[in-house]
């Protein structure tokens, strides 16, 4: 267990809805749910999910922590925003599920190979670099995400795609060295250090 | 008309060599055509999109979008800032929002674009492109800059969702917007009525981390097209394009199903309609080659 994760449970122990309240982004709604069930409907991926947003609501509120943190279905949200166009108390469904994926992740229990927990951290890698998404790099180190053997066999299967975008020049061998990017990267670290930095001193102080 | 100016924010995808290249180059000649201005944002950054919340959270992801609605408050002031991109526009939007909305947000927001000597206002109304298309000009207006209409054809207005959730289009209803199908048949085409699927999930970034998942999605959406009677689709989003178009031939292999239909931007469809030729429309970005268009196009 990580030692956020500790600190975490030590701090709410008699209550897991107040510590969603304080850390996950939109988790002051929670409680406002009544349980009706239209975003459990509304989700696209809705087979997959083992627990679908109504239920995690009603597990919050159960204190069901490790189940929750632990789960993997919110890292099914498709971000269709379905569900917050639908609600009836509208709570914005779609933040509070991304809310609680990073908020997991960041407590490092989230679950490891979640797919698309791993693709989401190389996408912000990938991003914040230079400022500006490197598509060739960030396809390449998706099929590679997995493995070497793996990486070479999802990339065969993706090959006719790839030369699809190349001949249409929608992707750009050249990309792999340089690419684009913003000319003041410096600042734009330095915003995202700061932001970083009273994010991080929030989830200290409550 | 007078000439009309705005704020623009490209995103990622529409950079040259990029997967929506060809998206920009249709904006620009249908821009052309109707006496637009885009005043680019100058060094503009990635808004992060819908998948950039698990590494990022909330502050960094919306200090991003601060970040270009703040150099946007200096290069381009009092303009709107419009978007091409569903997600783009989405993100910046609901910063916006959200921005207003709290103080403590804003004050936050404000500190840590400071670390690079900028402050944001959030005063700007950000809009999608079709936004500006619908509102600025209405159906009449861009009816009237059609020079071959394109007659013959049926076409499938492929919504999807992040230019329709949670903001949309004013007056539009969220299960079943028109304005796809308007402008469809503002160039002179006819829409599929009752589309089944045009606010159907494409699965987004998804689509990456969960082929299977998503591609089953993007399944039912091209089968409802064809079912529609739809020999092309169109749609106003670069994700939804994407993944519609590109993963035909694996749905194919899984399904054993026969799909080839080509997906364009509703600024493909307007290019065409408005006389630029094949390479202007963009239409040598389709991998599912736009035949019926390449051909009004060369008339
Ligand atoms: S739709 Fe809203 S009120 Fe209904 S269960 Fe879902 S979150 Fe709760
Ligand atoms: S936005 Fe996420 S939670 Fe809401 S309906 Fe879509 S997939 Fe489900």
């Given at each position: 267990m990580s030692d956020a994760n500790t600190a975490m449970v030590e701090k709410y122990r008699n209550s897991f809805l107040k510590e969603v309240e304080a850390n996950v982004e939109e988790g002051e709604w929670v409680k406002m749910c009544m349980q009706c069930g239209v975003c459990s409907g509304s989700c696209p991926f809705g087979p997959h999910w083992a627990h679908p947003p109504q239920e995690l609501f009603m597990m919050i509120r159960a204190g069901k922590r490790e189940e929750v943190l632990t789960s993997d279905s919110m890292w099914m949200c498709t971000s269709c925003y379905n569900c917050i166009v639908r609600c009836p108390r509208e709570l914005p469904i779609t933040h509070i599920m991304h809310g609680l994926a990073n908020y997991a992740h960041r407590l490092g229990i989230a679950p490891k190979n979640q797919p698309t927990r791993k693709f989401a951290k190389l996408f912000w890698e990938n991003l914040t670099k230079k400022g500006r998404t490197n598509e060739l790099k960030l396809g390449l180190s998706l099929y590679f995400m997995n493995g070497f053997g793996d990486g070479v066999k999802t990339s065969l299967k993706m090959k006719d795609i790839g030369l699809g975008m190349l001949k249409t020049k929608r992707m750009n061998v050249g990309e792999m060295w340089g690419g684009h990017a913003c000319k003041d990267t410096n600042g734009l670290h330095a915003i995202l250090k700061k932001a970083r930095e009273i994010e991080d001193a929030k989830m200290q102080k409550f | 008309m007078a000439k009309k100016e705005y704020s623009f924010y490209p995103g990622c995808s529409s950079q040259k060599g990029a997967s929506a290249s060809n998206y920009l180059v249709s904006v620009q000649s249908m821009c052309e055509e109707l006496d637009v201005q885009l005043n680019e944002i100058p060094d503009w950054n990635c808004c992060a999109a819908s998948i950039g919340y698990a590494e990022g959270g909330e502050l960094p992801r919306l200090a991003l979008s601060a970040r270009n609605m703040a150099l946007s408050e200096q290069a381009n002031p009092g303009q709107d800032i419009v978007a091409t991109c569903a997600a783009c526009w989405l993100a910046t939007k609901e910063t916006q929002e959200r921005l207003h909305d709290s103080s403590d947000l804003m004050q936050e927001t404000n500190d840590a674009l400071a670390a690079a000597g900028l402050n944001v206002k959030a005063d700007q109304t950000v809009r999608h492109m079709v936004e500006v298309l619908i509102e600025d000009f209405g159906y009449d207006e861009l009816g009237?800059?059609?020079?071959?209409p394109l007659e013959g054809m049926k076409i499938a207005g492929y919504v999807g969702c992040q230019t329709n959730r949670p903001f949309g289009v004013d007056g539009e209803s969220f299960e079943n917007p028109k304005y796809l199908d308007k402008l469809v048949e503002t160039m002179g085409a006819e829409p599929v009525e009752d589309y089944q699927k045009k606010v159907q999930c494409c699965g987004g970034a998804l689509a990456f981390s969960e082929p299977e998942k998503s591609q089953a999605l993007i399944k039912d959406i091209v089968e409802a097209a064809y079912d529609g009677g739809a020999e092309m689709i169109v749609t106003p989003c670069p994700v939804c394009q994407m993944n519609v178009e590109v993963y035909q031939d694996q749905i194919n292999a899984t399904y054993g199903t026969k799909f080839k239909i080509p997906v364009v931007y509703y600024s493909t469809l307007m290019s065409v309609a408005y006389g630029k030729n094949g390479k202007e429309a963009g239409l040598d970005g389709q991998i599912i080659a736009a035949k019926k268009l390449e051909e009004i196009a060369a008339k």
């Open positions: - | 009237k800059h059609v020079k071959k």
